[in-house]
T-cell receptor, first 111, second 112 residues
Framework: QKEVEQDPGPLSVPEGAIVSLNCTYSNSAFQYFMWYRQYSRKGPELLMYTYSSGNKEDGRFTAQVDKSSKYISLFIRDSQPSDSATYLC???????????FGPGTRLSVLP | EAQVTQNPRYLITVTGKKLTVTCSQNMNHEYMSWYRQDPGLGLRQIYYSMNVEVTDKGDVPEGYKVSRKEKRNFPLILESPSPNQTSLYFCASQRGVYNEQFFGPGTRLTVL
């Protein structure tokens, strides 16, 4: 079993839809959870960073962490064509410097 | 502008010909990393550095070398590239171990 699993998609939604992106992980030592967005031909950029169970909101984006289920989600409200990108989850422990990345989910928001 | 730069952005080479991919950051960050990104496998860490002259292996270090002689630079060296090192490479830097990573624009390497 991979340490971090993520549905690779592609996922296509109409503009304005609510998007749900998910990752599961196997190691209960993971304590830090990040979501990165990667546009085509660009490096990843950080969207959300959380280290506790529950929800964290930033504008149209909400990150949700359920440590008991080892499951994290990113919700995008009122999705826009500019949200079309690959979304990567990254998970880390509270020791060491090694964050494990999921393979990414490719999202297309159609106008 | 705060940024991580990589050069070259694209490189086609042949098996066995030594190459270096440069990485530089202007944010005075302590930590720097190299990743490779392959379809279906995501980003995998090759090497990381916690400070000048301090480096350690990541998940996939075989066939790669790094050095950190200055804080701002972290070159990736392939002494004898092979076709299985064909990939998209990213350099990243961060202020501290639990801080956001800033990624460079990527280097697409093809080894024939």
């Amino acid at each position: 079993q991979k340490e971090v699993e993520q549905d690779p998609g592609p996922l296509s939604v109409p503009e304005g839809a609510i998007v749900s992106l998910n990752c599961t992980y196997s190691n209960s030592a993971f304590q830090y959870f990040m979501w990165y967005r990667q546009y085509s031909r660009k490096g990843p950029e950080l969207l959300m960073y959380t280290y506790s169970s529950g929800n964290k909101e930033d504008g149209r984006f909400t990150a949700q962490v359920d440590k008991s289920s080892k499951y994290i989600s990113l919700f995008i409200r009122d999705s826009q064509p500019s949200d079309s990108a690959t979304y990567l989850c990254a998970i880390g422990t509270n020791y060491g410097q090694n964050f494990v990345f999921g393979p990414g989910t490719r999202l297309s928001v159609l106008p | 502008e705060a940024q991580v730069t990589q050069n070259p952005r694209y490189l086609i080479t042949v098996t066995g010909k030594k190459l270096t991919v440069t990485c530089s950051q202007n944010m005075n960050h302590e930590y720097m990393s190299w990743y490779r990104q392959d379809p279906g496998l995501g980003l995998r860490q090759i090497y990381y550095s916690m400070n000048v002259e301090v480096t350690d292996k990541g998940d996939v270090p075989e066939g790669y070398k790094v050095s950190r002689k200055e804080k701002r630079n972290f070159p990736l060296i392939l002494e004898s590239p092979s076709p299985n090192q064909t990939s998209l490479y990213f350099c990243a830097s961060q202020r501290g171990v639990y801080n956001e990573q800033f990624f460079g624009p990527g280097t697409r390497l093809t080894v024939l």
